[in-house]
């Protein structure tokens, strides 16, 4: 009887671990604070197209847009290093901050990537405010939303159900869930700030400062080791006992 309760005990402590290891544990896998007054070259990749220029500048990513009808010939943009995840990565989230204080007709953005895929979140200010998430070249959703006057914080987060969450200074902007989104299947990952204006509108400034990519696994519950240890405890004491006799 008593093996049975221990085998009983043991069973219950292995089947509550593999059942239990959704709790997510956050990983930093790329940071920049733009400390270095110049590009680090180890981390990102200037794409610029013409026109417009890039600095850093008292801790802060500066990129000045000057204005184009054309996307292709003037916009610009750093890219990062390729970012791994683990296979088993439930969710990654891509934090910031921003500040476009005098926006007039360009589009600042950021992008998380993985191949030629990407999901895009992009402030416009003409005809009037407004912000806006892309999946690929397909807008999913936009809204009239004032761009941030300060420096602002902001967090995109992505999870491989299919869920996405827009945060800016500590509020849910827009969640959205669609388990067809780009990048589900992705374990590599880019992140890419930059801008672009469609008018000739001279010197638009945007800023980004303390970028990261983060990425979490499942790890087993504390709950689920106490059981799985009780379950060893029980083995342990099982063995003695038939030991014994």
Known sequence: MFKKIVLMVFAVGIMHCLSGIA???????????????????????????????????????????????????????????????????????????????????????????????????????WPYSQISIYDNADLIWRDTRPTPKTMTPVSFNINRTGQLELWENGVCVKALTDPKFSLMNSNSFQVQLGGWDYSGYPNQTEYFDSVSFSANTPVPEPATMSLLGIGILGLIGLRKSYLSK
Do not use: H, R
């Open 23 to 125: 709790q997510a544990n956050f990983v930093t896998l790329f940071s920049d604070n733009f400390n270095d007054n110049s590009l680090d070259t180890a981390k990102w990749t200037l794409l610029d197209k013409g026109g417009s220029s890039f600095y850093e500048t008292n801790g802060s990513a500066q990129f000045t847009i000057y204005g184009s009808p054309d996307f292709n010939t003037n916009s610009i943009a750093i890219k990062s290093q390729t970012i791994n995840a683990a296979n088993n990565w439930t969710s990654v989230k891509f934090d910031t901050q921003w500040l476009i204080p005098y926006p007039v007709t360009a589009e600042y953005n950021f992008s998380v990537i993985s191949g030629a895929n990407s999901l895009k979140v992009a402030y416009s200010s």
